[in-house]
């Protein structure tokens, strides 16, 4: 059993082997997501930050698609985790915020150097800051406005989505681009060449978890 057998295997492969297969699909991954970037960055360049966002909304469509575990989806999910390596640094905090664990509550106390989003803006703690009235984020002084890696504003974002999200060529292109780099791997996978119709069912369903994504961020 080689290692693309071993990730695909129920339970997932536990060897050497497999770990080096899942890293290298990491690395793969990561090699996509520079090039997506560089697509992002020419096609949009007046949304800013297009390449990082564009990344993060297609890792987290490919693991969307491979959601069922199923099949291929070991793979695609070790590509999609290298693609989102790749962003990490700067959509930590955005992705944190897009689930719900970075909102400020009223309720809960914070620790100095704590970051929180409020009203589409971040805020970081200067101090301890206990639940109390009054402490809201842009009018408590211990609060300060903190900016992602990248600057990033929740605005910023759903302007990038929308843009994205209307531009169904560019959506196209950038499923088309990721299969021509990492089909191959999945031929390799299952031993033989994907024939036409699988290879438009991976495309079709890419492509629409990646709409339902940007869709989504849209309306953040």
Known sequence: MDAFDEIQALPKGKTLLSA??????NCLGGMIAGRVRGIL?????????????????????MHYYARSGKGWSGVI??????????????MWL?????????????????????????ENKYYKAEKDIPKAAGAEPGKDSRWVRFETAQGFDP???????????TNDALLDGLVKEQLLIFGP?????????????????????MRDSLKSVVQRMAQA
């Open 77 to 90: 999910k070790e590509i999609a985790g290298g693609m989102g390596g790749f962003v990490g640094n700067d």
């Open 20 to 25: 080096i297969g899942n890293t290298s699909l």
């Open 94 to 118: 955005i992705a944190r915020a897009f689930v719900g664990w970075g909102k400020w509550k009223r309720e809960t106390d914070y620790k100095a150097g704590d970051i929180v989003i409020h």
């Open 185 to 205: 791997e999945l031929a390799q996978c299952v031993g033989r060449e994907l024939n036409q119709a699988e290879a438009n069912n991976i495309y079709s369903g």
């Open 41 to 61: 960055a020419e096609q949009l360049p007046a949304v800013k930050g297009a390449g990082t966002l564009g990344i993060f909304a297609i890792a987290t469509a």
């Open 155 to 165: 605005d910023e974002i759903t302007g990038f989505a929308q843009a994205l999200y």
